[in-house]
T-cell receptor, first 113, second 109 residues
Framework: EAEVAQSPRYKITEKSQAVAFWCDPI?????LYWYRQILGQGPELLVQ????????DSQLPKDRFSAERLKGVDSTLKIQPAELGDSAMYLC???????????FGPGTRLTVL | GEDVEQSLFLSVREGDSSVINCTYT??????LYWYKQEPGAGLQLLTY?????DMKQDQRLTVLLNKKDKHLSLRIADTQTGDSAIYFC?????????FGTGTSLTVIP
């Protein structure tokens, strides 16, 4: 069964450092999502791509976060500089289209010291 | 997000039925979902229901939807220790997903 891949699974960094997370969606899925999940809470959408275009980044802290999906396939989420409050699980999901069911990857657990 | 509400904790004995409840916000939501998250892992889609349905059954899982009250429930029959996890309901509206805070289910052997 096809799965969403994410790497790394765990990342520990010091505040003010740069971090990057990678996501490879299920093949053929045009829509890709990045979510942040703070411990004890549900996922919150950071950015949504349709192919290579951003369709919603209203909740993305653009002063420090950036996301790209240059060829409309895999995607990278970057944080620079990382802050203590960025410690969370970062989840990637994909769907065939924006009105279809989302499938999630295993997530990247970020700890900022 | 967007005030999709769930109770935080539920404990049941192995073999009993579990019922996890969710109240969502928008009666125009088209699909409602249940996801399962095990410790340190991503979200696994369990089941979903279209808003014009009242009930959906899938093996041990039964989803009930009360659209008038905007209430969704997930019943797990014959709950097993492997069902211990956090369960999230989510509503889809305007092609965005809004998740509840999750219900932590503990199954006692």
């Amino acid at each position: 069964e096809a799965e969403v891949a994410q790497s790394p699974r765990y990342k520990i960094t010091e505040k003010s450092q740069a971090v990057a997370f990678w996501c490879d969606p299920i093949s053929g899925h045009a829509t890709l999502y990045w979510y942040r999940q703070i411990l004890g809470q549900g996922p919150e959408l950071l950015v949504q791509f349709q192919d290579e275009s951003v369709v919603d980044d209203s909740q993305l802290p653009k002063d420090r976060f950036s996301a790209e999906r240059l060829k409309g396939v895999d995607s990278t989420l970057k944080i620079q500089p990382a802050e203590l409050g960025d410690s969370a699980m970062y989840l990637c999901a994909s769907s065939l289209a924006s009105d279809y069911t989302q499938y999630f990857g295993p997530g990247t657990r970020l700890t900022v010291l | 997000g967007e005030d999709v509400e769930q109770s935080l904790f539920l404990s049941v004995r192995e073999g009993d039925s579990s019922v996890i409840n969710c109240t969502y916000t928008d009666s125009s939501s088209t699909y409602l979902y249940w996801y399962k998250q095990e410790p340190g892992a991503g979200l696994q889609l369990l089941t979903y229901i279209f808003s014009n349905m009242d009930m959906k059954q899938d093996q041990r899982l039964t989803v009930l939807l009360n659209k008038k009250d905007k209430h969704l429930s997930l019943r797990i029959a014959d709950t097993q220790t492997g069902d211990s996890a956090i369960y999230f309901c989510a509503e889809r509206k305007a092609n965005q997903f809004y998740f509840g805070t999750g219900t932590s289910l503990t199954v006692i052997p």
